[in-house]
């Protein structure tokens, strides 16, 4: 990059180069976080080499990393092929269910309000 900058103008300083040459490292801002320090190319030649090696050893123990999704995937359970049975709710209750009828009156399954055989006796709490 120095090179480069060198053939097309002289007057660019080493902090813009830098500058320049940071923002085209592909990445999140906060693994370059290192390198924003640099001034002169001496000082950021070492600010990379430090930067890879903790890049490198970030891979190696990052959830990121394919030897870490192996190892989940091995111990996750496949719960796609497991038939938990489930409880009913009134999402899932089968069609004789729907269509029971209860009495609002004595809270009886059969029959309607209107034709209660409990009726003398008055309405029951239903909680």
Known sequence: MRELADRYDSNIDEASVIQ??????DGPRSDKIILYGATLFS???QK???NETV??????????????RH?????RRDTKHQNFPRKPTKFNVSNAAKNSQRCFNCN???HLSKSCPN????PRCLS
């Open 20 to 25: 320049y040459v940071i923002n085209g490292i």
């Open 43 to 45: 000082e950021f030649k």
């Open 48 to 50: 990379l080499r430090i």
């Open 55 to 68: 890049i490198k050893n970030m891979g190696i123990h990052s959830s990121n990393s394919p030897d870490f």
């Open 71 to 75: 190892s989940y995937d091995s111990r």
């Open 108 to 110: 009886d399954i059969g």
């Open 119 to 122: 009726r003398s006796r008055g």
